[in-house]
Nanobody, 118 residues
Framework: QVQLVESGGGLVQPGGSLRLSCVAS????????MNWYRQAPGKLRELVAG???????NYADSVKGRFTIFRDNAKKTVYLQMNSLRPEDTAVYYC????????????WGQGTQVTVSS
């Protein structure tokens, strides 16, 4: 079966850092683009960062210069390093695996809560 399991969320003060991890199983990880999305209560889910199967990255304007996405194909894991966190970063963060060729093979994790508050 396919699983994406996120971890690393929690409560952090403004200006602090967290590293999120997403471990995949049941997929050929190396052929997937991997993305981090987030969703705050009452708001639409938004793309935070993405990394292609070849390692190219993209970021939402709101997190550029603060967040870094990277992947370890041997560990079938994608990470999101979050620095200089702000209260507006508070959301549930979701890991997404994008097959690219067919949405039938796209998957989502259950999410991990990130709360930025003093």
């Amino acid at each position: 079966q396919v699983q994406l399991v996120e971890s690393g969320g929690g409560l952090v003060q403004p200006g602090g850092s967290l590293r999120l991890s997403c471990v995949a199983s049941g997929i050929i990880f190396s052929i997937y683009n991997m993305n981090w999305y987030r969703q705050a209560p009452g708001k639409l889910r938004e793309l935070v960062a993405g990394i292609t199967h070849t390692g190219s990255t993209n970021y939402a304007d709101s997190v550029k210069g603060r967040f870094t996405i990277f992947r370890d194909n041997a560990k079938k894991t994608v990470y999101l390093q979050m620095n200089s966190l702000r209260p507006e970063d508070t959301a549930v963060y979701y890991c997404n695996a994008d097959h690219r060729a067919s949405s039938r093979y796209d998957y989502w994790g259950q999410g991990t809560q990130v709360t930025v508050s003093s």
